[in-house]
């Protein structure tokens, strides 16, 4: 079972440039989201989708877009990189909109330079 | 919106002592109790969570307990192993602007000594 899958694992990104942290879930999960998790922060909020075609706002949104065309995947788009978005990024998913157990993905290390 | 706060940030114990990390929030609405163990360099993972019209439930080691009047939960564990070293997060669900949201704690860094 493939579970949650983000990739890359790693990036280093120059300020300014753009990029997309792809995420897929094969359990067929309607609920989806993005964190990011910094030393001392916990788990932050950034975007998230109750399914296909709908997505939210989360505690932490600026500088990032998001979209859901399809219940398999999420992707979190960079579209400016700034040093402050240097984090570890988790995408989760769950079947119900929050109410059960959310499934991480093995998380992308992101360093902007 | 909902704040989830998280106490201690460290947390040192002996094997074989107990451990209790507290958390608190703010929505009076929230009905979601989950908790989550991190090891190091692996992602987040639900070890226990607790739903609002329960006070207390538990899974061998661990237990979780909830006070809806005070808005605050504790997660316990007893006769710590050195497998139970870890970030332990506490979250809450909020429902606003619609849909809900799963908010986190700043997270505990347990330390079990041999």
């Known amino acids: 079972n493939a579970g949650v899958t983000q990739t890359p694992k790693f990036q280093v990104l120059k300020t300014g440039q753009s990029m997309t942290l792809q995420c897929a879930q094969d359990m067929n999960h309607e609920y989806m989201s993005w964190y990011r998790q910094d030393p001392g922060m916990g788990l932050r909020l950034i975007h998230y989708s109750v399914g296909a075609g709908i997505t939210d706002q989360g505690e932490v949104p600026n500088g990032y877009n998001v979209s859901r065309s399809t219940t398999e995947d999420f992707p979190l788009r960079l579209l400016s990189a700034a040093p402050s978005q240097t984090s570890v990024y988790f995408c989760a998913s769950s079947n119900h909109p929050g109410n059960t157990e959310a499934f991480f993905g093995q998380g992308t290390r992101l360093t902007v330079v | 919106g909902e704040n989830v706060e998280q106490h201690p940030s460290t947390l040192s114990v002996q094997e074989g002592d107990s451990a209790v990390i507290k958390c608190t929030y703010s929505d009076s609405a929230s009905n979601y109790f989950p908790w989550y163990k991190q090891e190091l360099g692996k992602r987040p993972q639900l070890i226990i969570d607790i739903r609002s019209n329960v006070g207390e439930k538990k899974d061998q080691r661990i237990a979780v307990t909830l006070n809806k009047t005070a808005k605050h939960f504790s997660l316990h564990i007893t006769e710590t192993q050195p497998e139970d070293s870890a970030v332990y997060f506490c979250?809450?669900?909020?429902?606003?602007?619609?849909?809900?949201?799963?908010?986190f704690g700043a997270g505990t860094r347990l330390a079990v000594h041999p």
């Open positions: 979250a809450a669900l909020t429902f606003s602007g619609g849909y809900n949201k799963l908010i």
